[in-house]
Nanobody, 126 residues
Framework: QVQLVESGGGSVQAGGSLTLSCKAS??????????MSWFRQGVGKDRELVAG???????EYDYSVKGRFTISKDNDKRTLSLQMKNLRPEDSAIYTC????WGSGGGLDWRRYHYWGQGTQVTIVS
């Protein structure tokens, strides 16, 4: 069973920065973790895709974070990261990393993801 463990959440002022990390129990440059993404869910909101990265390194972002957030992965450290800059109060949410194998689809639909971290709270104070 693949395990994903996040770290790096916290509370910062608007305009500040945070970096989230997600360490996997297996190598992440495999087809088992072909799709790796960060989702978030704010209070009273639906879960939404923030950013995703494929095994190839191809990335995609929600329009609301494009230019402010950067998703990356370090295969040797088995770690997925999300650098967040110029944070806004509306970025406050529980952020969770997720992964799914080749052939599962991945993308926007959180139901296609097989593996999930425990979530980490990000709070932006105005």
């Amino acid at each position: 069973q693949v395990q994903l463990v996040e770290s790096g959440g916290g509370s910062v002022q608007a305009g500040g920065s945070l970096t989230l990390s997600c360490k996997a129990s297996i190598r992440i440059d495999t087809d088992e973790l072909y799709h790796m993404s960060w989702f978030r869910q704010g209070v009273g909101k639906d879960r939404e895709l923030v950013a995703g990265i494929l095994k190839s390194g191809y990335t995609e972002y929600d329009y609301s974070v494009k230019g402010r957030f950067t998703i990356s992965k370090d295969n040797d450290k088995r770690t997925l990261s999300l650098q967040m800059k110029n944070l806004r109060p509306e970025d406050s949410a529980i952020y969770t990393c997720a992964a799914s194998p080749w052939g599962s689809g991945g993308g926007l639909d959180w139901r296609r993801y097989h593996y999930w971290g425990q979530g980490t709270q990000v709070t932006i104070v105005s």
